[in-house]
């Protein structure tokens, strides 16, 4: 007798099962992609015990006559496709005719349906695969089905479902992502009797957002069409103080994917403008030709297959490299000054030049021609701020060289004539500093206080990443060499990107037992510097991955070199060199944040000012 049988056609549906039907989430998943390829324009679930003990599906679709409604309730029929061809440009949720027979093999299993003009309806019952009636009711057009008792012939399934609280996340999260994905449909949810979402049809995509998600001012809307690629969507701002790992929607021609050519674009994206590791918020819709991309590669429809796989990638690392470029800087609230009645409280702004006046900058037009132009502060080299003897940082313009700015010069921020917004930081005029370590300005929509460090930093690290990019960095040679002491695997970091550190200028030598010799530095650094920068780099490098790109590793060593290599906090700076900072950060790619993720420009709006004084 032969071994090989056929197998009892309830028997393969609870097989069938195990790869559609993972917990209540995934069989809502399979009802309502059903109830949106039959055109519904509202959609009601409610769940029970996190949809163990019952999960209704109602919608008002086309329905199904008597004929259609007993055969969708067997293995590989379905209306979504009828010819090879058609697998080549799927265009609907679902197509494989498995969904509800595999349902219907693990729970108690009722479907009412009724096509739109029909005086009657029809009704399907199935008790774990087994058909137990079917006959004629009078419902409501489109299709409700409900399922009880999910994977109650099968204990060993039904353990390791998750508690009814963590189940009923996982629907809730599903309709969430399902309601943004068709803002044209009505959605509702409720869990044992508790509304757990509502959205009416909506507009657009703009309008659904905020049905689901309030006003969210710290997220960047992001366009772009290129190479036959349609993506638009929501994304976390550089400058963003969220979660390192954010939720992240991305939805393929409104299909919920995940893929991983997609995650390496977003991850990409966001590591160009900052080294720091993270996964940001991102609500992403992709629209691609049919044709182009392959949905029928995962049982449960979650992953795809690009066609033009680096396209792809390339078009939307673009599209959210320059949406983060454009990002503005983070907004604050202010709080009314809570003093004691009758007792006036004097308040002063240390570094804030005293006696200044600063006429208005922010008319719509320019100065007229017989108004004098405010004058302007010269370009200024940041090669010429040398080191003094005196130990400090930067020397002072020498006199005679503050001539007339040019047209397109640096500082070009401070002629009566405001410069288009281009998005991100906007021109602005430094008062002075706070405390030696933030500069406070203003613009002309409210008062920005930014961080000299970061702000130098993030100008020094866009410097530094432009010049290598050319070749490499000036490097000085040391006429005493700087002798450390390391950990092996310190050093063996080191030595394992010599190259790439004699790109920066840095030459380091091994000098016998646990030391290096730092014989050759880069000219941006000062010899006080050196030594704390090169154990920065060796710890930084030591917790890499092995392997890692040598962009990866450029990146972040010209982070370190930069963050070094910058003003820091506590130090006083001229007026000129205040101008200098902003007017380079401006320029900058990323001007919200520093290379290590932390915001560079803080501001508070004009509005936000207004409101509080009771203006508004």
Not at 147 to 164: C, E, H, Q, Y
Request: aromatic share 4%.
């Amino acid at each position: 007798m032969g071994r090989i049988h056929r197998l009892p056609l309830h028997l393969a549906n609870q097989i069938a099962a195990g790869e559609v039907v993972e917990r209540p989430a995934s069989v809502v998943k399979e009802l309502v992609e059903n109830a949106l390829d039959a055109g519904s324009t509202r959609i009601a679930v409610a769940i029970e015990l996190g949809g163990k003990k019952l999960i209704r599906v109602e919608d008002d679709g086309e329905g199904m006559g008597p004929e259609d409604a007993q055969l969708a309730v067997e293995r590989h029929a379905t209306s979504k496709i009828s010819r090879p061809d058609d697998l080549g440009a799927i265009r609907t949720l679902g197509f494989r005719g498995e969904a509800l027979p595999s349902i219907a093999s693990v729970s108690h299993f009722v479907m009412r349906t009724r096509a739109r003009g029909a005086d009657s309806g029809t009704e399907v019952r199935i008790d774990g695969g087994q058909a137990a009636s079917i006959r004629e009711v009078g419902t409501r057009e489109g299709t409700c089905i409900e399922v009880a008792d999910l994977f109650f012939n099968l204990p060993a399934r039904r353990k390791f479902l998750k508690s009814d609280v963590a189940e009923s996340t996982q629907v809730s999260r599903l309709m969430t992502q399902l309601a943004l994905g068709y803002p044209e449909v009505g959605w509702s949810l409720t869990s044992g009797g508790r509304r757990l979402l509502e959205c009416p049809p909506a507009a657009g995509l703009a309008e659904r957002f905020f049905q689901l998600f309030g006003e969210r001012l710290d997220l960047l809307e992001l366009r772009k069409e290129a190479g036959g690629i349609s993506i638009h969507g929501y994304v976390a701002a550089l400058g963003d103080h969220g979660p390192v790992r954010g939720s992240q929607n991305v939805f393929v021609n409104r299909r919920i994917v995940r893929d991983r050519t997609i995650a390496h674009a977003i991850s990409e994206a966001y590591s160009v403008a900052t080294i720091k590791e993270r996964s940001p918020e991102v609500h992403l819709f992709i629209e691609i030709p049919p044709d182009r991309v392959d949905v029928n590669v995962h049982p449960t429809k979650a992953e795809v297959r690009f066609l033009e796989q680096s396209l792809v990638h390339e078009v939307l690392r673009r599209a959210l490299a320059d949406t983060l470029g454009r990002g503005p800087a983070p907004e604050l609230q202010l709080s009314p000054f809570e003093g004691r009645p009758g007792e006036p409280q004097p308040m002063t702004i240390p570094g804030v030049l005293a006696g200044a006046t600063i006429g208005s900058r922010w008319t719509p037009a320019p100065y007229p021609i017989d108004r004098p132009i405010p004058s302007a502060a010269p370009a200024v080299d940041p090669s010429a701020w040398q080191q003094r003897p005196d130990g400090s940082r930067w020397s002072q313009p020498q006199a005679g060289e503050a001539g007339t700015m040019q047209s397109g010069s640096s500082g070009a921020i401070d002629t009566g004539e405001m410069t288009p917004d281009t998005g991100g930081i906007k021109p602005m005029i430094p008062l002075g500093q706070f405390r030696d370590t933030y500069i406070v300005a203003i613009d002309d929509e409210g008062i920005a206080i930014i961080d000299q460090h970061v702000a130098h930093e993030r100008v020094l690290f866009e410097l530094v990443m432009e010049k290598l990019t050319a070749g490499a960095l000036e490097s000085q040679r040391l006429l005493t060499p700087i002798v450390l002491e390391l950990s092996p695997p310190q050093r063996q970091a080191l030595a394992q990107n010599a190259a790439v550190l004699e790109r920066f200028g840095l030459q380091v030598e091994d000098f016998g037992g646990d030391s290096v010799m730092l014989s050759a530095v880069p000219a941006l650094l000062e010899r006080g510097e050196c030594e704390a920068a090169v154990r920065a780099l060796a710890e930084d490098l030591e917790g890499g991955e092995p392997g890692a790109r040598v962009e990866d590793a450029l990146r972040r060593i010209a982070a370190t070199m930069a963050c070094h290599a910058a003003v820091k906090a506590n130090y006083p700076l001229t007026h000129e060199k205040m101008r200098y900072i902003l007017a380079e950060l401006r320029r900058t790619a990323y001007s919200s944040v520093c290379p290590h993720g932390r915001p560079v420009v803080l501001r508070l709006t004009r509005r936000e000012i207004e409101k509080n004084f009771q203006r508004i």
